[in-house]
């Protein structure tokens, strides 16, 4: 029987059909249209998956939360307020008669890598994306820790220093707006006193560009060292695995990230930071292999 994906996006919507072993066979991809309505746009998903002549398991979707997990529900995600409060599971269901879950994008890339990837031979897998913004998900013994509020492991929120100012749900000093895309970039655009976004501030440093050089190390690398030894801390997983573009693109990072982690660990010869295993099919491996 194979199984399905869903990854709900901001800006783009994919569906990926997978065998019995978890390797897609099959997908589709198409713009998150905010001229159309939730249901019209889901429609489109559904209409592939039912023109294809498979039996299939269930569903998986992966969408940004804030989410109610148990509930099947789509909060308040920031970039998507035409989906707010939308019973996404209930929806699909209804037009499927397939069972569908719901969870956290960043948990599903997480999990696909702890099932399959990068993250594979070890129990407690943490993983971070590192990308526009900034995620995580902690797989332990192959299962999503989801939390009593659906949000754990969401650690863009988290207070690192008093480098940022607060914006309006995020808090001053916050990981997301220091180690994140967009956050180098507001960072970046005070000290330039122009708009500079995250590839010109790398290719400014690779020119030996001083001010774009402080700004990676004392902003995203030292800021995700700290979040990494404040996570490591509470939940001393085996291997923290990092993705996204920030990751894909300049993977000198890692290394440099994981060298900073070191001076903040109680044990730090027992830290293990790997590049994840999946690109842009992390969120999608991982709704298929939802139960």
């Known amino acids: 029987m194979k199984s399905i994906g869903i990854d709900i996006g901001g800006t783009q919507?994919?569906?990926?059909?997978?065998?019995?072993?978890?390797k897609m066979i099959d997908s589709f991809k198409t713009e998150n249209d905010k001229e159309l309505s939730v249901k019209e746009n889901l429609n489109k998903l559904i209409a592939y998956i039912q023109n294809h002549d498979y039996e299939y398991r269930s569903i998986g979707v992966g969408c940004p939360g804030p989410l109610n997990i148990r509930a099947g529900k789509i909060l308040t995600p920031p970039n998507m307020p035409n989906w707010w409060n939308f019973d996404i599971v209930e929806y699909i269901e209804s037009?499927?008669?397939?069972?569908?879950?719901?969870?956290?994008?960043?948990n599903l890339?997480?999990?696909?890598?702890?099932?399959?990837?990068?993250?594979?031979?070890?129990?407690?897998?943490?993983?971070?994306?590192m990308s526009t913004g900034i995620g995580g998900g902690y797989i332990r013994e192959g299962e999503i820790v989801n939390g009593s509020n659906s949000a754990a492991g969401e650690i863009y929120n988290m207070i690192i220093n008093e480098k940022s100012p607060a914006r309006e749900g995020v808090n001053a000093g916050a990981v997301n707006e220091q180690c994140s895309g967009s956050g180098a970039s507001r960072i970046a655009k005070t000290i330039y006193t122009k708009p500079i976004d995250c590839k010109e501030l790398f290719d400014l440093r690779d020119t030996g560009d001083s001010k774009a050089t402080e700004i990676i190390e004392n902003y995203i690398i030292d800021g995700?060292?700290?979040?990494?030894?404040?996570?490591?801390?509470?939940?001393?997983?085996?291997?923290?695995?990092?993705?996204?573009?920030?990751?894909?693109?300049?993977?000198?990072?890692?290394?440099?990230?994981?060298?900073?982690?070191r001076e903040y660990l109680i044990f730090p010869d027992n830290l293990r930071i790997l590049p994840a295993t999946f690109k842009d099919d992390a969120g999608l491996v991982g709704a298929a292999l939802l139960p």
């Open 95 to 106: 037009k499927t008669h397939l069972k569908t879950t719901l969870n956290n994008d960043a």
């Open 224 to 261: 995700m060292a700290k979040c990494i030894a404040n996570i490591s801390t509470v939940c001393d997983p085996d291997v923290f695995v990092i993705g996204g573009s920030l990751a894909i693109f300049h993977p000198d990072l890692l290394q440099d990230i994981d060298r900073k982690t």
């Open 13 to 22: 919507l994919r569906v990926g059909i997978f065998d019995e072993d978890f």
């Open 109 to 129: 890339a997480g999990l696909a890598e702890a099932k399959l990837g990068a993250g594979r031979l070890y129990k407690a897998v943490y993983y971070i994306t």
